[in-house]
């Protein structure tokens, strides 16, 4: 008959033998997990995300617990059966304490459950993504490229989100095919901090923060904002870019009233702007954006900033003489003086009142009568400051100047036999 003090030995080879014959089935848990869904647990046949195997591993410790105190409790037990008296009474105190811990986990269970099921089955929620531009998927956030594919974006994606507290808005150019191309077709969105834009039937995509200037667009005005494919901000001036020569539609014009930044423009009909020739009115106005649409073809511009709140400061006025060189003439120019308290940060007039002081002046009386003002005879320019001054003809053939104008003989305005009908005088910065 087998002696009872064998029986331990024994059991722990029997334990063994049931681990290796079960050995296939612990190697397969690299990919296999048990199910534990009857505990409430997430299947991990699917696609766990990290708080699955948190909520796996904890209950899978809870059950791991359970079956060390089931083990522990039966060796307790088995140890009773031991004659001995000091070994029944170590039996007897692991059966109780196999007990106790057996309680106290399933306890620990239940009430971690009934609190708050999140502690034993906890979900992750999306980090809130800082400032910045994102792809979003109406619960997630990856940050954005400034530009490329929609088919390069991870699956799902389909909006961009602006994250900011403030700041500037922000542009979207939307394609209708890829690398940016069939302007045709494209379109601008503009978004301020918290909107998205989505970017479904976009082929692809471009953003940029939105900065005060000049914007060119192809299609008409919508509101303060402009339809179809625009340019982003033009600060400089000069020819328009190739793909709006001619084709211009409108122009929006944003301002940074809050740093006194107001910008204007002059468009022309050339394609060099300090060359005479068909063109607009200086547009300028005290808003912080506005568009205008285009009613010639347009070729180039003149952009300037608009010195409207301090115009004191761009410098002492206009002086128009009836002689070439007129400042230089040695007294044989008829002379009006503008005076920058006149000019304040617009003036306009038609050139006839602009009428020439001969005081002092070595010139006929014949000639004094008969070229009496700016209109029946220009002469020069003196630029005395930071100033815009704009001649035009009542047909709107019109020259530009940023600086003095020795000669208007040698200007195309005079040269191609226009009459000087009005002037605009603008102070800039």
């Known amino acids: 008959m087998l002696k009872i003090k064998y029986y331990k030995p024994l059991f722990f080879v029997f334990i063994l033998l049931v681990f290796l014959s079960s050995s296939s089935f612990v190697f397969a848990l690299e990919t296999i997990y048990p199910d534990l869904t009857f505990l409430g647990l997430p299947s991990m046949a699917d696609d766990p995300k990290l708080q699955d195997y948190v909520s796996y591993f904890f209950g899978l410790g809870i059950i791991a617990a359970v079956i060390l105190a089931l083990i522990s409790m039966t060796i307790g037990f088995i140890q009773m059966m031991y004659p001995s008296p000091e070994t029944h009474k170590d039996a007897v105190d692991r059966v109780k304490g196999s007990i106790l811990g057996l309680i106290l986990t399933l306890s620990a269970f239940i009430i971690l459950r009934t609190i708050n099921l999140s502690l034993v089955a906890p979900s992750t929620t999306p980090l809130m993504a800082g400032a910045g531009i994102f792809y979003y998927n109406g619960q997630d956030f990856k940050p954005a490229a400034p530009s490329g594919n929609t088919s390069d974006i991870p699956p799902g994606y389909a909006n961009i989100a602006y994250r900011c507290n403030t700041g500037p808005a922000l542009l979207i150019w939307k394609f209708p095919q890829e690398n940016l191309a069939g302007y045709e077709g494209a379109v601008v969105h503009r978004i301020t901090c918290g909107q998205t834009s989505s970017l479904n039937g ?60 107001s910008y204007g423009a002059v468009f022309h009909q050339q394609t060099d702007p300090k060359r005479g020739g068909g063109c607009s009115r200086p547009l300028a106005a005290n808003k912080e954006r506005f568009c205008v649409d285009a009613t010639f073809p347009i070729f180039s511009a003149t952009i300037f900033v608009w010195n409207k709140n301090t115009p004191e400061s761009s410098g002492d006025g206009i002086e128009f003489y009836s002689e070439p060189f007129g400042w230089n003439s040695g007294a044989k120019a008829g002379k009006n003086f503008l005076d920058k308290s006149v000019i304040k940060n617009f003036w306009e007039a038609w050139a006839e009142n602009l009428v ?11 000639y004094k009568k008969l070229y009496t003002n700016f209109h029946l005879h220009p002469g020069s320019i003196r630029v005395k400051g930071s100033y815009l001054v704009a001649l035009y003809s009542q047909n709107w053939y019109c020259q530009v100047f940023l600086a003095d104008v020795p000669n208007l003989n040698e200007m195309e305005f005079v040269a191609q036999k226009n009459s000087v009908d009005a002037v605009v005088v603008i102070p800039t910065k």
Do not use: R
């Not at 904002?225 to 190739?242: D, R």
């Not at 020439?356 to 014949?366: L, S």
């Open 202 to 261: 976009v082929a692809s995509f471009k953003v940029a923060y939105e900065s005060p200037g000049v914007y060119y667009c192809l299609g008409g005005c919508n509101g303060d904002f402009c339809s179809g494919y625009m340019s982003s901000s033009s600060l400089a001036g000069g020819q328009l870019p190739e793909l709006f020569k001619g084709k211009l539609g409108s122009v929006m014009v944003l301002n940074n009233l809050a740093d006194n930044i």
């Open 356 to 366: 020439f002081n001969y005081d002092n002046v070595d010139q006929p009386e014949q």
